[in-house]
């Protein structure tokens, strides 16, 4: 853990006017003027002791992250934990690089979750090298900062780029919804079932998902392809990235070809990140 002191402009200026007051009292011998330089350097240093205090005993933990895309402002969550019996007052907390978040008061042995806005301009693994943690309490003469490494790492997806998705729609058939055989009748919701197929009114009633089943099983189905060749490869990753997520939200069983791997076509939750994950990473070494 690394601890940063840095005076501000108002801290200067009561430098400055502690050094004149002395320098006054040494040469005039005014009792006065010693009583006020002993007051203001015990400030000083009350107030140096009390800001360190207030740092002390904070502990920090990345919790969760919002799905974060390059160029794009995500979110994640921060952990801070005050584990000392007083508490802690005016603080700045951030991660290496990004906007801070304000605490105004974190009560002593409490826990607390803040959001952090962060921004990343690349796809992939971005490693967050630091939380950093700033305050000017109590008086702010001084900014004081713990600086706590971490070997964090975050998924950064790749930024979508919006696109005609004509193509793929007419190459699926006149519904892209419902393009399914004739009904059969409804069942318990198992894991992997499409969530475009949960009929949300019997759920309700019967107080679990429920959905619609069909005769056959014929679901559209799309495959996302990387040749190795395309010219222009953030391009159209970020169009695929937009496709992936245009045709989930549709319900159709999506699948990823490379040169290298494949991933089967599914259309549950899991296999979105999954492909998401592989675009993210897709010729970036990690």
Not at 19 to 27: L, R
Not at 39 to 66: C, K, P, Q, R, Y
Not at 270 to 279: E, T, Y
């Amino acid at each position: 853990m690394k601890f940063v002191v840095k005076i501000t402009k108002a801290g200067l200026i009561y430098i400055g006017m502690t050094i004149f007051i002395g320098v006054a009292a040494v040469n005039t011998g005014n009792s006065i003027l010693y009583i006020l330089l002993s007051i203001m350097l015990s400030m000083m240093a009350v107030s140096g002791f009390t800001s360190f205090l207030n740092l002390l005993g904070l502990e920090f933990e990345i919790a969760d992250t919002s799905e974060i895309y390059a160029k794009r402002e995500g979110f994640l969550k921060l952990k801070i934990k005050n584990k000392k019996q007083i508490p802690s007052f005016l603080l700045e907390i951030g991660i290496s690089g990004q906007e801070k978040a304000f605490l105004g008061y974190l009560p002593r042995r409490y826990e607390k979750t803040l959001e952090l806005t962060c921004k990343f301009e690349d796809r992939g693994w971005e490693k967050i090298e630091s939380i950093s943690c700033s305050s000017f309490f109590p008086v702010g003469f001084f900014s004081r900062t713990i600086i706590k490494k971490t070997n964090l790492r975050l998924l950064v997806y790749p930024c979508p780029i919006r696109w005609d998705l004509n193509l793929y729609e007419s190459s699926l058939g006149r519904n892209l919804l419902m393009d399914k055989d004739e009904f059969k009748g409804l069942r318990e919701y198992r894991n992997g079932d499409p969530i475009r197929l949960i009929h949300w009114i019997s759920s309700a009633k019967i107080g679990k998902l429920i959905v619609v089943e069909y005769k056959g099983n014929h679901e559209p189905i799309v495959w996302l392809k990387i040749n190795g060749n395309e010219n222009g490869l953030e391009e159209h990753i970020g169009k695929l990235t937009f496709a992936c997520n245009y045709l989930f939200k549709k319900g159709v069983s999506v699948g990823l070809k490379t040169p290298n791997i494949e991933i089967s076509p599914k259309s549950t939750f899991d296999q979105r990140k999954k492909i998401l994950s592989l675009l993210a990473v897709y010729g970036k070494e990690d």
